[in-house]
């Protein structure tokens, strides 16, 4: 009797032993893994230098009789990363650079002077960009998109235009490899009489009938930047 005393005491001591050994060594990995997920983000985080060469945006307008697109070049700016989020920064927009891709020759020169307001009598129609030559867009916080094909990243901020501020979120796909940063978006939608741009706005003008030009353009991002 008192042998198989003996021998169930070692058994629960053993038992116990075996038990908490398992448990130090889960809390262990567990300390681990959430260790390496922090020097993981913490790796990310910086401020990170827009190349403008590598960057750029690209817009689409349209009216009732077609499309026009083109692209307006991003100048400078910096992405700033905190705990693995974007967390602020500002892309700079060279508004004197507006060009049109889907025409050519007088039409193209045409509709870019147009669209500047380098046209004497028209500075007021669009952008004006001999008094408003650069847009910003600044960066106020962002959030993680799970599973959504559109993007892995919301991007919450402010666009100025015309010296105008508004708010725009939009989604975009976020990567960092190494030291290099890119973020690419869908094409997302501005209303353009916001920034006080109603040339041919059936918004203001009701006797346009078909000769309007839709309020809302379209704007497509991609950003390059190093840290």
């Known amino acids: ?50 190349d403008a060469a ?40 060279d508004m004197t650079g507006i060009t049109v891709t889907d025409l050519e020759g007088d039409s193209k020169q045409n509709l870019e002077a147009h669209l500047k307001g380098t046209t004497p009598g028209k500075e007021q129609d669009f952008f004006n960009v001999d008094k408003f030559p650069k847009a910003t867009y600044t960066v106020t916080s962002s959030s993680a998109l799970n599973n959504d094909p559109d993007g892995t990243h919301m991007i919450n901020g402010n666009l100025t235009i015309k010296d105008i501020t508004k708010p725009v979120n939009f989604k975009a796909k976020v990567n960092v490899d190494g030291n290099t940063l890119t973020a690419t978006t869908p094409q997302f939608s501005i209303d353009r009489t916001e920034y006080d741009i109603k040339f041919k706005s059936a918004k203001f003008f009701n006797d346009l009938r078909d000769d309007f030009i839709n309020d809302e353009f379209k704007l497509q991002i991609d950003i390059k930047a190093t840290k």
């Open 1 to 50: 009797m008192k042998t198989f005393v003996f021998y169930t005491i070692l058994f629960l001591a053993f038992s116990i032993t075996a038990c908490k050994e398992k448990t130090d060594n889960n809390n262990a990995e567990n300390n681990a893994e959430e260790t390496t997920q922090g020097n993981a983000s913490a790796s990310l985080d910086g401020t990170y230098t827009i």
């Open 54 to 93: 590598s960057s750029q945006i690209k817009w689409q307008g349209s009216k009732p009789t077609g499309v026009h697109n083109g692209t307006v070049p991003v100048s400078a700016g910096s992405i700033i990363i905190a705990n693995g989020l974007i967390t602020g920064g500002t892309i700079e927009i």
